[in-house]
């Protein structure tokens, strides 16, 4: 297999993370959406990441989808143990967690974006954008310090976990002016999340987009 994509995306670096939970082997290929559009543009007409090459050389796009297959492929396993529930319960507060974060690298990425990239900016926008990005970190907040295990659902390290750690990271390097001393039950899952190999292993420091390419 194939993952196109840097890994200071926190869309492409969950899935580098849960590949190698996992225990698949693949090639990485650290692309930029901005400077390498012309090399994923074959894989990817849209020239987005994450882009996940199967070794059949069949394609999947977006991080949700490749990781649905994942897990698919996990369940038919009888010696891996799938990082989200099939069904039930379990499974929709998960995908509401992963929502909410999702949707708040969504919001750090628009406000970097118009931070960078817009010589002029839109006061309306970044006001709108810093609003929904502290109202759902408080939100995020409340549930990690609820949480009566070592992670979100329990006991066992889900997919929720894994996008949270990595929206986290990604968040406090595109944002350095954010005071995440504010959400302590966030910094200490990221933190606990940070310290793990897989962790240490799929990562890049934030670069941004090279706008001169």
């Not at 970190?137 to 609820?146: P, Q, T």
């Not at 949480?147 to 066992?156: E, N, V």
Request: with cysteine; glycine share 6%.
């Amino acid at each position: 297999m194939i993952l196109i994509g840097q890994y200071d995306s926190p869309y492409v670096r969950r899935v580098g993370i849960a590949l190698t939970l996992y225990g698949h082997t693949f090639e990485h290929r650290p692309w930029s959406t901005f400077g390498d559009g012309d090399k994923i543009e074959p894989f990817n007409p849209l020239r987005r990441v994450p882009t996940l090459v199967l070794g059949n050389g069949e394609i999947i796009l977006e991080s949700a989808y490749a990781l649905d297959w994942l897990d698919e492929q996990a369940r038919a396993a009888d010696d891996i143990v799938p990082l989200m529930a099939a069904s039930g319960p379990e499974r929709q507060k998960a995908l509401y967690y992963i929502a909410l974060t999702t949707g708040f690298s969504d919001k750090a990425i628009a406000l970097f974006y118009e931070q960078v990239l817009h010589k002029e900016k839109s006061p309306v926008w970044l006001e709108r954008c810093n609003t929904q990005i502290s109202a759902v970190l408080n939100v995020l907040e409340k549930i990690r310090a609820s949480a009566k295990s070592q992670w979100l659902l329990g006991g066992d390290m889900t997919h929720a976990d894994i996008a949270l750690a990595c929206s986290l990271r990604h968040a406090r390097e595109a944002h350095p002016v954010i005071d995440f001393s504010q959400w302590p039950a966030l910094a200490f899952h990221s933190a606990q999340c940070e310290r793990m190999e897989v962790f240490r292993h799929i990562s890049q420091p934030f670069i941004g987009p090279k706008t001169e390419d």
